[in-house]
Nanobody
Framework: QVQLVESGGGLVQPGGSLRLSCAAS????????MGWWRQAPGKEREGVSC????????YIADFVKGRFTISRDNAKNTVYLQMNSLKPEDTATYYC???????????????WGQGTQVTVSA
């Protein structure tokens, strides 16, 4: 069973930055990418970003484009989400996934991490 270990969440002031990390123990057959989803209280889960581990295909959702950047370290099966210029509306639980990534549609998850809380507040 694939295990995903997220880290890097926390409390940050508006305008601040955080870097999320996620290390995967392996990949389910057919999974070629890693990604991030988030879910705010009372809202549906939404795809934030993803990256192909072999081809480097990336997707960044419009609502974070220009502020968030995704990167990977294939040797460590690790993906990073650099989050800058954070806003209160970015407050959510962020989930790491392995699965597929489409540059237009976004992440298609096969396995999920436990989530890490990001709170943006003064």
């Amino acid at each position: 069973q694939v295990q995903l270990v997220e880290s890097g969440g926390g409390l940050v002031q508006p305008g601040g930055s955080l870097r999320l990390s996620c290390a995967a123990s392996g990949f389910t057959r057919g999974a070629t990418a890693m990604g991030w989803w988030r879910q705010a209280p009372g809202k549906e889960r939404e795809g934030v970003s993803c990256i192909g581990m072999s081809d480097g295909t990336t997707y960044i959702a419009d609502f974070v484009k220009g502020r968030f950047t995704i990167s990977r370290d294939n040797a460590k099966n690790t993906v990073y989400l650099q989050m800058n210029s954070l806003k209160p509306e970015d407050t959510a639980t962020y989930y790491c996934t392995t699965g597929l990534c489409d540059s237009d549609i976004g992440p298609y998850p096969l396995d999920w991490g436990q989530g890490t809380q990001v709170t943006v507040s003064a």
